[in-house]
């Protein structure tokens, strides 16, 4: 056990000295900023303006992934269930 506390202490003290660089950060926050805005992702946007990340907290976690019952009546009172994204 302590050696696997060791590589815990070790790993931890590495993690922090990652660094990613800014214009790659910047490239996948516009790409996911875009996937959100033109509906192909399971986030919703909640503030900010489109096209631009800005910051987290203008995005929203839909558990459903944009997938909801849609209830329809066919002839004949016949009611049919579809799930639409």
Known sequence: ?????FLGWLAAAYVGTLTIPAQTLDDFN???????????SCWDRVGGAEGT?????????DLA?????????????VVRWELVR
């Open 1 to 5: 056990m302590p050696g696997m506390t």
């Open 30 to 40: 516009t790409r996911f900023a875009n996937k959100v805005d033109s509906g192909h």
């Open 53 to 61: 990340y800005s910051k987290p907290g203008d995005y929203s976690l």
């Open 65 to 77: 992934c944009n997938y909801r019952l849609k209830r329809s009546v066919t002839t004949g009172e």
